[in-house]
């Protein structure tokens, strides 16, 4: 099973970046799938999440309103779409795969993570 995160790069505060995460190996159209960060010197902390069906997503208080997360199960990938992005936005992104339908935000709900993509914002 391997999850692949892309998309990471870096850009300016006040600019955008668009991640993407696809599954290989199996399909995780029945399961919830999240975003999660790690920042220079923290610990690892929730993003965003979106049920198997789209129906629910969750944000952090920290990212609500800039980020958006979607799914597309015919092709097995997750994206993070990131808007307005600041320089406390700066983090290693990992995505991963729930271990049922809904996408907690609690990281030991997940069974299957990415190996993580670097986003650097600059001021």
């Known amino acids: 099973v391997q999850l692949q995160a892309s998309g990471g790069g870096s850009v300016q505060a006040g600019g955008s970046l668009s991640l993407s995460c696809a599954a290989s190996?199996?399909?995780?159209?029945?399961?919830?799938m999240g975003w999660f960060r790690q920042r220079p010197g923290r610990e690892r902390e929730f993003v965003a999440a979106?049920?198997?069906?789209?129906?629910?997503?969750s944000y952090s208080d920290s990212v609500k309103g800039r980020f958006t997360i979607s799914r597309d199960n015919a092709k097995n990938t997750v994206y993070l779409q990131m808007m307005s992005l600041k320089t406390e936005d700066t983090a290693v992104y990992y995505c991963?795969?729930?271990?049922?339908?809904?996408?907690?935000?609690?990281?030991?709900?997940?069974?299957?993570w990415g190996q993580g993509t670097q986003v650097t914002v600059s001021s």
């Open positions: 991963a795969a729930a271990l049922k339908s809904v996408a907690p935000v609690d990281p030991t709900g997940y069974r299957y």
């Open positions: 190996r199996r399909t995780f159209s029945n399961n919830g």
């Open positions: 979106i049920s198997w069906n789209s129906a629910f997503t």
